[in-house]
């Protein structure tokens, strides 16, 4: 039996969606991206996406943090594949409808802005590869700037890598993206170190509290409630998640994500909050379209 041609594209555009997220992605959708998101592994898990913030104008996603119905979401302007920095904002996005509330601009000397981490106090701190800042958070969306927001800068040297950052309560978590596995670490340092080496020399590996291995190509984390450290992973062919012993740094589990996948964050109901930058305009010629904050219930994961 032959199908009307009408019919039989309707069949097949069907089918090339079965399996990708069929939940309304919210936000505002990019106007170069034609269709929807990708199907992705572990898609049973994601309970919500939103678009991520900034996309038609460049803006590359890298630092995420959660914080009372919001996420932050932070990165880079570049649309070149060949250009791996460029001006950097931080979004603030409404977890419930997906609208941008408010943003603001880093620091000229901030290139990548990859990670995010609230630590007390309505204090921001923003990781940039060799830089820490801690930011008054209201101030800087308010004024959309850091220029009186920004309480204290700590630079890096050594093996200490700001590729991502995360608060355990009471310390501060570096972590350095690396290929090679005997440089991948994540170093835990004290919150002091704003006072102590504001505006100061770089400091190194030597001021760490306590050091742990990590999967290479990191580039997120966040821990549980529990204390357990959460690690994204992920490269333009691969995309993973894991699950370390914060003290020893041995993994205990591990998930297959999307490719791109950056950084972490949990909410108040133990969900975590995940951003990828496949489909980016810097990254439109990936196999995955998955520019997205999502969110993971931990426990349907396979």
């Not at 572990?42 to 309970?47: F, G, H, L, P, S």
């Not at 601009?105 to 801690?134: F, I, N, Q, S």
Request: hydrophobic share 40%; charged share 20%; with cysteine.
């Amino acid at each position: 039996m032959r199908l009307p041609l009408l019919f039989a594209c309707t069949v097949i555009a069907a089918l090339s969606f079965a399996g990708s997220s069929r939940a309304e992605t919210l936000g505002q959708k990019p106007s170069y991206i034609w269709g929807g998101i990708s199907a992705v592994p572990n898609e049973q898990a994601i309970t919500r996406t939103i678009w991520a913030p900034g996309l038609d104008d460049g803006h590359v996603p890298q630092g995420l943090t959660y914080l009372a119905d919001t996420v932050l979401v932070a990165g880079y302007n570049s649309a070149d594949a060949k250009v791996d920095k460029g001006p950097c904002r931080v979004f603030s996005v409404s977890t419930k409808d997906g609208k941008q509330t408010g943003y603001f601009d880093m620091p000229e000397d901030c290139g990548h802005a990859g990670g995010l981490a609230m630590v007390g106090g309505g204090m921001l701190v923003v990781a940039d590869t060799r830089t820490l800042y801690k930011i008054d958070l209201r101030r800087a969306l308010e004024s959309r700037s850091t220029k009186d927001a920004l309480v204290s800068v700590v630079k890096l040297g050594g093996a200490l890598k700001g590729s991502f950052v995360d608060f355990d309560g009471t310390d501060l978590w570096v972590g350095s993206s690396e290929k090679d596995a005997t440089k991948a670490k994540a170093h835990r340092l004290s919150l002091g170190i704003f006072d102590q080496f504001n505006e100061k020399p770089a400091i190194t590996e030597d001021q760490a509290l306590s050091v742990i291995p990590i999967p290479t190509e990191a580039n997120g984390m966040a821990f549980d409630a529990g204390g357990a450290l959460w690690l994204a992973s992920s490269n333009s062919k691969y995309g993973a998640l894991y699950r370390l012993n914060s003290k020893t740094g041995e993994i205990q589990s591990r998930f297959d994500m999307v490719i791109g996948i950056e950084d972490l964050g949990f909410d108040a109901d133990g969900k975590l909050w995940a951003v990828s930058e496949a489909g980016t305009r810097r990254w439109a010629k990936w196999s995955k379209t998955y520019p997205v904050v999502f969110q993971i219930d931990l426990s349907a994961l396979k």
